[in-house]
């Protein structure tokens, strides 16, 4: 897919109870965030009513951003099958969304996005220990945190919305231009105690 020098993207991480998105502007090499925020459903006990919530919220944020692209995390579920069966309506839902406003999506999956916003993967610390899920999903966080600056993090966000922005991010890797480099450098900054708020899925 050959994209234009400017564009808009839409990144998205699906859940059950809080899903987490982000707008990104792009052009050229360079990468802005302009919003982020998440869609909690945990008080949703109904789960038609959760489809209805995030059905309309997907369509109001598109209205206000007018993203050209959608990149979203691939879904990802274990042994749960009602789990996976919920997330896949959602999934649905967004799909959905995207076709009648005819936004192309893409999708990642979870170590692709990893991979690709670390430049590259680790399993194990230096000890020798396995690292957990969680222990992964900070690291991401904090590279998310260290690419776009602590500034552009004032609202409360979740972990839900970095695994969002890291899904932007692997869109913008994936379709750079050979001849441009995405500068994945960003700025030391001093640790936020006051943003993420860890949600699970």
């Known amino acids: 897919m050959e994209l234009p020098n400017k564009y808009r993207l839409l990144g998205l991480d699906n859940s059950r109870y809080c899903t987490g998105w982000c707008v990104i502007d792009v052009e050229n090499t360079n990468m802005k965030l302009i919003d982020y925020g998440f869609l909690n459903t945990k008080s949703i006990k109904d789960e038609g009513d959760t489809l209805v919530f995030i059905e309309k919220s997907l369509n109001n944020i598109i209205k206000q951003y007018n993203p050209n692209y959608i990149a979203a995390e691939q879904m990802f579920v274990g042994k749960n099958s009602e789990t996976a069966m919920v997330l896949s309506h959602i999934h649905g839902v967004m799909l959905l969304t995207a076709k009648k406003l005819n936004i192309s999506v893409q999708y990642y999956a979870v170590m692709t996005m990893k991979s ?86």
Do not use: Q, R, W, Y
């Open 116 to 201: 690709c916003v670390l430049g590259g993967i680790k399993t194990k610390k230096e000890d020798g220990t396995k690292k957990t899920g969680d222990e992964m999903k900070k690291e991401v966080a904090d590279k998310i945190i260290e690419i776009f600056g602590i500034n552009n993090f004032i609202k409360p966000f979740t972990n839900d919305v970095t695994d969002a922005i890291s899904a932007a991010v692997t869109f913008v890797l994936k379709h750079k231009d050979n001849n441009n480099t995405i500068n994945l450098k960003g700025k030391k900054n001093k640790k936020n105690t006051k943003g993420n708020k860890n949600e699970k899925n």
